[in-house]
Structure formats: C-alpha cells, structure tokens
C-alpha cells in the first residue's frame, strides 16, 4: 500500500470530465485496435525506457505479451461513496485474529526479527505490525501482473508520467532478475509484496537480508521483514522510542488546530493538562523535551493520543493517519498492550473480519445477491443491510455494524 494513498488523494482532487471521457474512448475501442494503440504506446516509451537504463532486449522480452486492461481505469478513477468512520476501519484491521497470527508470527520469526533490529533498530513489534496490515502476514499481496497493470497505467488514464516511472521500475527489477516476471503481481497500482512497496520503492529500498545474492519481497520472508524495517529506518524511525499512546484530556481543553504536526513539547502538553490514560504524569512515559502532536480521530470525545516522529515515519508508509493508528495500535498489541481505553463515541461499534464475515453469511442465507462473504463490505453488501436495517426498524445506513448483526442474529 505503500505510496497508494498518496495516489488515491492526489487522484480525488483531479476527478475530471476528461478522464472520463479519455477512459469511455479507450474502454470502447474494439480489441485489436486497442491492442494496436497499446503497442504504438510501448514504441512511443520504448527510448524512454532506454534511457532509463532498460535494455532493447530486456523491454521487449518484457512487453511483448502485454495486453493493456482497461479495467484498472476504472479503479483510478473510482471515488469510495461510503466513507468508514475510523472505529469500522480499527476494529476491521486490528481485530483478534490479526493480533493472534502476528504473535504467532513474531514468535516464528524471532530470530530473523532480532537480528533486523539489531542492523535498522526498529522493534519487531512494528515490522510485524506493518507487515500484517500491508499484506496480512504475506497472505494478500494482490492479483495483478505488474507489467500489464503498470504498463497499462502507463498508456492511458490520468498520472501517466507517475506510472511510467513506476512501470520503468518494474522492468528493471525484471532486467536485474531480483524477482521472476510470473511472481510480480501486486495491487492495481503497482504495489507488490509481503511489504507492498511500490517499484521505485523497492530499487530505493529493498534489501537482501538472508544474503542469496536477490533482494525479493514475493517469497523471502526475511529480505521483506528486513526491507519493512530499512524503509522505517531510511525515513528517520528513532529506535527505542515510542511512537505514542493514549492520554486523558482535561474537560476545558480546545482541540481546534491541534494535529500529527503540530508538536509540543511534553512540557507545554503536561501544563495544559494532559496526562497519560490512567492519570499517570506525562513525564513518568518520556521525556519533557519530545516533542508530540496530539491526535483526536473521532473528536475530543473519543480516544486521544500524544504522537511523536515514529508515528510521522509510520504514516509515511502510507499517507493516513488511520491507518498509522492501525499499525500502531497492533504493534501495542502485539506487544500484550490493551485496547484503547476511552471508547470511540458511537453506540454501534465496528466489527473484525470474522463479524463482517457472518454478516454477510446471513445475508446470503436470506437470499441476497452479494457474492462471496469475503469479509470485503462492498456496495451489494451495503444494499443487503439497508434493506434488513429498514425491516428491523433500524436507521438505514447501509453500515456493517454491531447494531444490524446483533439484530439479524436475534431475528435468524
Ligand atoms: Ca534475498
């Protein structure tokens, strides 16, 4: 996921007509004159590719059997019209199950762990962290083959220079022979791996840790944990501090303009106020001098956290603040940490990956079209809980929450 949600806001503030029309032209051109426009395309980029340290042989070999799919436009150009309240997307991404396979996961590869902390200093907690929300332990790295995607992205739609260089990446990797063409497949966009780091990502940042000569993030475990641990460190992770936790606010405290960025000193936040969760002094946890940005994802009513330059490096894995939460907070657990103390403020709570998935169970026994329960609450599964939220006498949102999957366990 690395680099996509950089791509997806840059993508939201472009959404335009053209791309609309540009995409319904290329979408709508019979097969071979689009394959015929995709090959004049790869001419086109071909001394591109040359200068960009490609070989005329490497990039034909590469190319050759792409056929573009027009079907990734769709996805860049896509603008989600559900937008997940934070306490869906932490209780989804740091459920039970993900913090149980990444204790297992810690304890299997403890040694490995270690001795990347010893070379990047970053904890194992964190790899792991970042490892089980980026790919879930290397179980989803993605279906698309990487040429094909990024070469498409790279002949139509918007950001086509963005994707060129990534697609130039990609076949370098290629050339250097790091990863074999049938293994690269990633996201839509490119991202590919245990670590779904973007291709100029890994030329940057990839290592070889278990020394076999490849720097590979598709099937060697320890050169993904390792590369994990390389960008963290690479983008200023300070080892041994934290990158957080959760405070009290005092009642009159104004949280307008406060943010990730705006750091203070512990010093200044101790005399507005804060404490830690349990009302422990500020300067029991860390130094007066760090400096930390106080975080309210849901308000001044939910949760609250002093972040500091970890939780920056965190967030520059992936530009949301959610999801730095969401690694942050698994590797506290992963660590034996607890949940948050304050609540989120709703009264209907989100649900894991398990809950989403026996909603949809129930969905299907009553005879909706939703597809596969996969856990993946997609529009279809939306329609299916409106309609059952109006029969239960429940605000029709559409939302998979605890509200409509306690009512339809009740009602079953
Ligand atoms: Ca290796």
Redesign the pocket.
């Known amino acids: 996921m690395n680099g996509y949600s950089q791509r997806k806001s840059a993508i939201a503030r472009f959404g335009s007509l053209f791309s609309f029309i540009s995409l319904f032209f290329c979408a709508n051109l019979p097969v071979q004159a689009q394959q015929a426009d995709f090959a004049a395309c790869l001419d086109r980029l071909q001394p591109e590719a040359q200068k960009a340290g490609i070989s005329g042989q490497a990039f034909r070999q590469f190319t050759s059997d792409i056929v573009p799919d027009m079907s990734i436009l769709e996805k860049l150009d896509y603008q989600p019209e559900f937008k997940q309240p934070i306490w869906d997307y932490m209780a989804a991404l740091v459920d039970e199950q993900r913090i149980q396979e990444g204790k297992q996961n810690l304890s299997l590869h403890k040694h490995t762990l270690s001795r990347i902390q010893e070379k990047y200093g970053v904890d194992p907690a964190t790899v792991v962290a970042v490892w089980g929300v980026e790919s879930n332990f290397g179980q989803t790295f993605g279906k698309y083959p990487l040429t094909q995607a990024l070469g498409t992205l790279s002949c139509y739609g918007r950001r086509q220079a963005f994707f060129q260089k990534e697609f130039f990446a990609t076949l370098r990797i290629l050339q250097s022979g790091d990863i074999a063409p049938e293994r690269l497949v990633g996201s839509w966009a490119g991202a590919f791996g245990h670590t779904q780091f973007m291709p100029t990502t890994f030329e940057r940042l990839a290592v070889?840790?278990?020394?076999?000569?490849?720097?590979?993030l598709m099937d060697?475990t320890?050169?993904a944990l390792a590369s994990t641990a390389n960008y963290l460190s690479k983008n200023g992770w300070r080892s041994g501090q934290p990158w957080g936790f959760e405070v009290k606010l005092p009642d009159n405290l104004s949280i307008a303009g406060e943010g990730r960025k705006k750091k203070r000193s512990i010093q200044t936040w101790i005399s507005k106020g804060l404490t830690d969760i349990n009302g422990k002094a500020l300067d029991t946890r860390v130094p007066t001098s760090m400096q930390a940005g106080l975080l309210t994802p849901a308000g001044a009513k939910g949760p609250a956290f002093l972040v500091f330059k970890n939780f920056d490096v965190i967030y520059s894995y992936n530009a949301a603040e959610s999801y730095a939460l969401a690694i942050a907070h698994l590797s506290d657990r992963l660590k034996g940490k607890g949940p948050f103390k304050n609540a989120w403020p709703t009264d209907d709570l989100g649900l894991s990956r398990a809950q989403r998935i026996t909603l949809q169970k129930i969905l299907l026994q009553k005879g909706y079209d939703i597809g596969e329960a996969d856990g993946l609450i997609g529009s279809k599964t939306r329609e299916a809980i409106k309609t059952e939220q109006t029969r239960l006498g429940l605000t029709a949102d559409g939302r998979a929450g605890q509200k409509i999957l306690r009512a339809l366990q009740s009602s079953n």
């Open positions: 070889d840790f278990d020394g076999d000569g490849q720097r590979d060697n320890e050169d």
